[in-house]
């Protein structure tokens, strides 16, 4: 299974993007699909999460209530609605899948298989 990520680019503050991340395999249900960001010189850390099964979501807190991550099993496709976004939110932005479900789903050595990355900055 490979991983390709799209939608990055550059925005204002305020401003919104809707990242994609489209699998080539089939992600089976009840895997675990995540957003994760990294910002040069500081550790990888989770954004959002989604149980491709029962659908349940999880999300960094300085992010809750601005964005959304969504899953479409049929596209094999997971989405990041990012709305407000604020100049801290810039940093490369990579999905990943695991076969699990990652306790805490915030552990990136759980998730065996990600994507090449796509930038987002906002000014």
């Known amino acids: 299974v490979q991983l390709v990520e799209s939608g990055g680019g550059s925005v204002q503050a305020g401003g919104s993007l809707r990242l994609s991340c489209v699998s080539s395999?089939?992600?089976?249900?009840?895997?675990?699909m995540g957003w994760f960001r990294q910002v040069p010189g500081k550790e990888r850390e989770g954004v959002a999460a989604?149980?491709?099964?029962?659908?349940?979501?999880y999300y960094l807190n300085s992010v809750e209530g601005r964005f959304t991550i969504s899953h479409d099993n049929a596209k094999n496709t997971l989405y990041l609605q990012m709305n407000s976004l604020k100049p801290e939110d810039t940093a490369i932005y990579y999905c990943?899948?695991?076969?699990?479900?990652?306790?805490?789903?915030?552990?990136?050595?759980?998730?065996?298989?990600w994507g090449q990355g796509t930038q987002v900055t906002v000014s």
């Open positions: 989604i149980d491709t099964g029962d659908g349940s979501t």
């Open positions: 395999g089939y992600i089976a249900s009840g895997h675990c």
């Open positions: 990943a899948a695991s076969p699990l479900k990652p306790k805490p789903w915030t552990a990136v050595s759980e998730y065996n298989t």
